[in-house]
């Protein structure tokens, strides 16, 4: 079975999902770690640390280098964790510098096929919990149970800065959130949109758990 959650960057998604999931028992899978890994891997190879930072990148190169590097770049995905080939990296996908850049990487075409490959293969014949921004529309259009989860972007940003990963402020990061929003609407493909059955929900003054049960009120295991 497929529960595919989609909503903007700081909605609750991956928070909910990894909830949901443990309180299934299912895989959860946050899809957008495969297009933040591949943003780390991209920064590392042209001399950032371990989270990225200090590569002097600003901006991709063009489309068929980064395609060619995705292509390249071994993924894996172990108890609800991405790795680069055996190196668990999800304490660096939230860096700013992945943060940075992420978006317009997202938004090649090609490298969203290859992504969403990976994605598949992983969920064959597993319960999967999975979130990002295509789930309900492109990645899985036949997922038994579809939801769209959105909120303020004053609630979002609050959270990012909550977390305590980010080093901007609180207006930098609302600033961040709408530019993210912007692109991630006005993609070629794969654009953030609500699937016409979709239950959509909004986060904004909402607990993890009042979410999760109103998303559970509508599953039937």
Do not use: W
């Not at 943060?99 to 490959?117: G, K, M, Q």
């Amino acid at each position: 079975m497929i529960i595919a959650i989609d909503g903007p960057a700081g909605s609750g998604k991956s928070t909910i999902a990894q909830y949901l999931a443990d309180t299934l028992k299912f895989t959860f899978m946050n899809t957008g770690s495969f297009y933040r890994g591949l943003t780390l891997a991209y920064l590392r190879n042209e001399g950032g640390g371990l989270d990225g930072s200090g590569s002097g990148v600003t901006q991709l190169p063009d489309d068929p280098t980064m395609i060619a590097f995705a292509r390249g770049v071994p993924f894996d995905y172990k108890t609800s964790r991405l790795f680069l080939g055996e190196e668990d990296v999800e304490s660096f996908l939230r860096s700013d510098s992945v943060e940075s850049l992420v978006a317009p990487l997202s938004s090649i075409v090609e490298v969203r096929h290859i992504i969403n490959e990976k994605i598949r293969s992983v969920a064959i014949n597993k319960n999967v919990v999975c979130e990002g921004r295509d789930m309900t529309t492109v990645v899985f259009p036949d997922a038994e149970y579809k939801f769209y989860l959105d909120a303020s972007v004053e609630s979002r940003a609050k959270r990012r800065y909550d977390q305590g990963t980010s080093n901007l402020s609180i207006s930098e990061i609302e600033r961040t959130i709408r530019e993210r929003d912007e692109i991630d609407q006005n993609k070629k493909e794969g654009s953030l949109k609500i699937a016409v059955d979709a239950v959509y929900i909004d986060t904004s003054h909402l607990t993890i758990k009042d979410v999760c049960a109103m998303i559970i009120s509508k599953i039937h295991l």
